[in-house]
T-cell receptor, first 115, second 114 residues
Framework: ETGVTQTPRHLVMGMTNKKSLKCEQH?????MYWYKQSAKKPLELMFV???????ENNSVPSRFSPECPNSSHLFLHLHTLQPEDSALYLC??????????????FGPGTRLTVL | DQQVKQNSPSLSVQEGRISILNCDYTNSMFDYFLWYKKYPAEGPTFLIS???IKDKNEDGRFTVFLNKSAKHLSLHIVPSQPGDSAVYFCAASPRGDSNYQLIWGAGTKLIIKP
């Protein structure tokens, strides 16, 4: 148990569906992250939030829409996805950004399949 | 172009022996490095880190070595145990305003043989 939870753990959706991924951290951290991990590829940073403000948006297509209502919760809203968006989506948190120690703590991920 | 490379997709080691996992990087702006371990169906778990002001950091059975001139780091696990079988990721973070960014390698799958 890392203190970061993600729901759902598995999601299958059609290209016309709208769904949302949820992440919650119980660590009292101020920064939260969304990553994408495709098969055999490195983790790719998608979005970063610090104190509920977005600080990074790594050229992610607009069909992915993040939301951070407070420092404990992070959502990723999905709509009109493509089959190549099938991947493991990981949420992480860290105490803050700009620190000397930069460890991030990960949730278990959501395995997304787009049909 | 991958800035962090783990050139060995997999490594098999006998239980009780030393496991050495390698990682190379290209960006001289990186000043903080981390190793993570990942089991199937779980997220990555932080193992150990090292700042570029050091060349070695040790935590129990895990030691990370950093060779800045070669832009190379390695993770040593000794002695290796069956529970160490997992995928190991190397990550690097740049100095400056974007130091929250972690740039990841593709991972090395470590298999510990009994």
């Amino acid at each position: 148990e890392t203190g970061v939870t993600q729901t759902p753990r598995h999601l299958v959706m059609g290209m016309t569906n709208k769904k949302s991924l949820k992440c919650e951290q119980h660590l009292g951290h101020n920064a939260m992250y969304w990553y994408k991990q495709s098969a055999k590829k490195p983790l790719e940073l998608m979005f970063v939030y610090s104190l509920e403000e977005r600080v990074e948006n790594n050229s992610v297509p607009s069909r992915f829409s993040p939301e951070c209502p407070n420092s404990s919760h992070l959502f990723l809203h999905l709509h009109t996805l493509q089959p190549e968006d099938s991947a493991l989506y990981l949420c992480a948190s860290s105490p803050s950004i700009g620190l000397v120690h930069r460890e991030q703590f990960f949730g278990p991920g959501t395995r997304l399949t787009v049909l | 172009d991958q800035q962090v490379k783990q050139n060995s997709p997999s490594l098999s080691v006998q239980e009780g022996r030393i496991s050495i996992l390698n990682c190379d990087y290209t960006n001289s702006m990186f000043d903080y490095f981390l190793w993570y371990k990942k089991y199937p169906a779980e997220g990555p778990t932080f193992l150990i880190s090292i700042s570029s002001i050091k060349d070695k950091n040790e935590d129990g059975r895990f030691t990370v070595f950093l060779n800045k001139s070669a832009k190379h780091l390695s993770l040593h696990i000794v002695p290796s145990q069956p529970g160490d079988s997992a995928v190991y990721f190397c990550a690097a973070s740049p100095r400056g305003d974007s130091n929250y960014q972690l740039i990841w390698g593709a991972g090395t799958k470590l298999i510990i043989k009994p």
